[in-house]
Every structure is written in C-alpha cells, then in structure tokens.
C-alpha cells in the first residue's frame, strides 16, 4: 500500500509541475495561401497588394475567399509570385524566407525547374504562389 501511495504521490507531483506549451497568441509572420504549379498568368511578375480594393480582388478567387478575412485586409499585405509560362511541366515558386526588419520584410524568392533526370508533362504550365504578409510594413522582394 506504501508504494501505491508513495507512486500516485510522485506522479501527482510530476504532474503539476508539468505544463503544456502556452500560445503566445502571435501569428506567424507570413502564410502561404496558394502555391500551385499551374494556374498563374503568362508572364513573369512579382506583385505586392496593400490597399484594401486590391485586396479583396483576391477575395473573389474561390480558393482564397475563405483564407483573407476582413481584419486580414487592414493589417495584413499580400503578394502575388507569378512565374510565368514554361513549356514543361516540374517547376515552381515559393518563398525562400521572410525576414521582418524595423523598416520592412524582405522576402526571398526561389524558383524551381525540372530535374534533368524527372519526367516531366509536356504541356504549358504557369506556376504562382500567394502569399499573406501579417504587416503593413513596405515589402522589399529579392
């Protein structure tokens, strides 16, 4: 019976002391919301959206109205990656890293190609991502 009572006292002590992680609440500091490797438009841009009618066109794409909400408008920017078009299937964009400063964010862009060794869809293909920066701050795109 000791070792019963001395067991379920020291788990209990384990236990209290034991705390689950706490949510600080802070959003991270930015959200892919789409990142395809067809769908995109046929050239080459990178677009930053601040103002709020920019952003709600964003809303009227059926896969994004549902991620942008109307507080994400006011304090959130977006940005449009758009790689153009390919010839071939295997490629894509995506952010590389986001790095937030006192003045800005700065994003870092990696576009991707086919292996030489893949096989590939010979078809055209547009590759975009779209992305939710959670700041007004200017954005700078590397």
């Given amino acids: 019976m000791k070792k019963i009572s001395m067991s379920l006292l020291t788990l209990l002590l384990m ?10 609440g802070k959003k991270p500091l930015y959200e892919v919301l789409a990142q395809k490797t067809d769908g995109g438009a046929n050239i080459h841009f990178f677009e930053i ?11 009227n794409d059926s896969e994004l109205k549902n ?14 990656l758009n790689m153009g078009e390919k ?9 590389e890293s986001v790095v937030e400063t006192d003045k800005n964010i700065i994003i870092s862009v990696k ?20 992305v939710k920066i959670n700041s007004k701050k200017e954005i700078i795109i590397k």
Avoid: H, W
Avoid at 15 to 22: E, F, I, L, R, T
Avoid at 49 to 58: A, D, K, Q, S
Avoid at 67 to 80: A, H, L, M
Avoid at 111 to 130: H, K, L, R
């Fill in 67 to 80: 991620k942008i909400s109307p507080i994400d408008v006011q304090k959130s920017n977006f940005v449009i």
């Fill in 87 to 95: 010839n071939t299937g295997g490629y894509s964009i995506a952010v």
């Fill in 15 to 24: 236990a209290c002391g034991a705390s689950a992680p706490k949510d600080s």
């Fill in 111 to 130: 576009e991707n190609g086919p292996a030489s060794d893949s096989i590939i869809t010979q078809d055209y293909t547009y590759p975009f991502c779209v």
């Fill in 49 to 59: 959206l601040t103002e709020p009618n920019e952003i709600r066109m964003l809303q």
